[in-house]
């Protein structure tokens, strides 16, 4: 792991959810540096005493520990950057400094659902350009993590198995929205873009133009998903798709419907919680690495009474890479390290878990294989999404990825 000084300052926004507890409970432990963390929600906070659930009491885990500073945030069509960016702000006095790392977990991940919304409605959620204008406004210097989808592929299985470099070809509304807002980052993060948004905040920050165009340019990285499984959630015990396959396998007379034909890449979410953590560390140390020598040319060119800014605009670096659009915007497919259908899972649950296959009153299958086509829920979904993770692993994970099995007696 990169090694971090000084206390980093992290943000999650939509820290409530599945993944986001998961994340905000890793970030709380011991991860090599020391973490100040906060979230926020989108109508209630999280519960300062985790909810027990027979999933919950039936595993090893620990209790979480207390919960950080928490703050209400709403990305919908009134949401505006002043008030995210009040938010924002509330989380950097919180926190006692600029925030390093914003984690933006918050979404509309239901395919079906996204399908109904309107085209704003979606948008103000899934692509919220609030959310974007208030980091570019209050806090630029923070590394901006999105977790986007393996939906934005095609899921044509000729094509498998999907990694960075292949094409995107959203099916669904849901993935198109997620493929928008990558787009959004990677356009805010290019060279002209970012020297214009930091001059801008000029009046709020009382920064020289000197010192904007200074200012390490701004960073972002949208990691591809893969569906999550894991243990039930810490604080509020909710679970994902295998904490529903296990609740209908362990129902004794409910044969239940299961894809034969749609593959993914599940991931394991302590794994994923490795993966922010490591991209966190490498990030902050090299945005810290840099840090004194830019307070040093600012202060060289404040003395200068430079006031055209020609002469930090070809020194903008991004922390260690080329300083190109490209190495300031980031993608990382995270997937597990073998796809399964969800027959497959639930034929893997159910031997890990030691459950019965059949009925006990009519000894039928309760795992009844199903096509994806023979089910019309209103949208398209991709069938094969295969990832190739080996970037993320090489560069963020550094280990094999654990394996679902590993870790059915979590759910």
Known sequence: MAAVTGAVRVLLVGGSGYVGQHLLRRLQGDVGYPVVVAYTYNTEPLPAAPVTTTATATTAAAAPPPLPPSFALH?????????????????????????????????????????????PALDAVNTPTALVDAWQAVCPAALFVFFSSEQVYSGEASATPWNEDSPTTPPNAYARSKLAMETLLRERTTTATTTTAMAATQTSSQLTECETCCISPQRAVALRMANCVGPPAPWTGSGKFAQWLLGKLQQDDAPFDCFEDERRSFVVVSDVCDVVVELIAQDVQQQRQQQRPQQQQRQQLQDQQCLDCSACNTSNGDGGNDGSDESRFRTFCVGGPRALTRVELALMVAKQRNLPLQTSSSGQEKVRPVQRASLHWGYTSPLDLTLDSTRAQSCLLKRPWTQVSDVIGQF
């Open 75 to 119: 990305l919908g069509e009134t949401a505006t950057a002043d008030a995210v960016g009040d938010v924002f702000r509330d989380v950097q006095r919180a926190l006692g400094g600029d925030l390093d790392v914003i984690v933006h977990l918050a979404a509309n991940s239901s395919p079906a659902g996204c399908s109904k919304l309107s085209q």
